[in-house]
């Protein structure tokens, strides 16, 4: 039962260009969701976040957006630069019985192209 | 200064040995968590404790245990290692208050088991 899901395993866009990352899930009861980003060989760092109680959040490059009726979230990076390339994770927290954990989507992998 | 670390890096050992993977954070965090990325790249959680306490335990073969001398580590033991625990392990740790839920990743162990 794979309650985050990220259908599009990889991505590649042009430097300077728009990427976009989807994010589906099917709990409405989360309240928050993150996105973290994975490069080799490393731990996942946080990027961004929104409550389910707003529909946009922006951080320099990076916007993320929440359509609660389509339980969909995109992260937006713009423009995007060759150090972008990574795995990024999409998660959700909260529901019932809220016990801090993250649920995680697969990953996309992203390839930001000079 | 690394917040989040573990050790060992890498681990190749043989089905039916038993292991430690130990986890140090320095962020003064209250709550720590196991992760397992698999190899389809999901990453989920096993355990979680706040203050020494355990709070999560998500349906793991009891051949895994952890234990949390003090809130700043959390090891992870593994008795009798099959095949299938070959795997990513990531600990994080967060300070759970209200709002977002932001985890902290250590830099993962890569095991193997032969």
């Known amino acids: 039962d794979q309650q985050v899901k990220q259908n599009s395993p990889s991505l590649s866009v042009q430097e300077g260009r728009i990427s976009i990352l989807n994010c589906d899930y099917t709990n409405s009861m989360f309240d928050y969701f993150l996105w973290y980003k994975k490069y080799p060989a490393e731990g996942p760092t946080f990027l961004i976040s929104i409550s389910s109680i707003k529909d946009k959040n922006e951080d320099g490059r990076f916007t993320v957006f929440l359509n609660k009726s389509a339980k969909h979230l995109s992260l937006h990076i713009v423009p995007s630069q060759p150090g972008d390339s990574a795995v990024y994770f999409c998660a959700a927290s909260g529901g019932s019985g809220n016990t801090g954990k993250l649920i995680f989507g697969q990953g996309t992998t992203l390839q930001v192209k000079p | 200064d690394t917040a989040v670390s573990q050790t060992p890096k890498y681990l190749v050992t043989q089905m039916g040995n038993d292991k430690s993977i130990k986890c140090e954070q320095n962020?003064?965090?209250?709550?720590m968590y196991w992760y397992k990325q698999d190899s389809k790249k999901f990453l989920k959680i096993m355990f979680s404790?706040?203050?020494?306490?355990?709070?999560i335990n998500e349906t793991v073969p009891n051949r895994f245990s952890p234990k949390s001398p003090d809130k700043a580590h959390l090891n992870l033991h593994i008795n009798s290692l099959e095949l299938g625990d070959s795997a990513v392990y990531f600990c994080?740790?967060?300070?759970?208050?209200?709002?977002?839920?932001?985890?902290?990743f250590g830099p993962g162990t890569r095991l193997t088991v032969l």
């Open positions: 404790y706040n203050n020494k306490e355990l709070i």
């Open positions: 962020l003064g965090h209250d709550t």
């Open positions: 994080a740790s967060s300070q759970p208050g209200t709002g977002v839920n932001e985890q902290f």
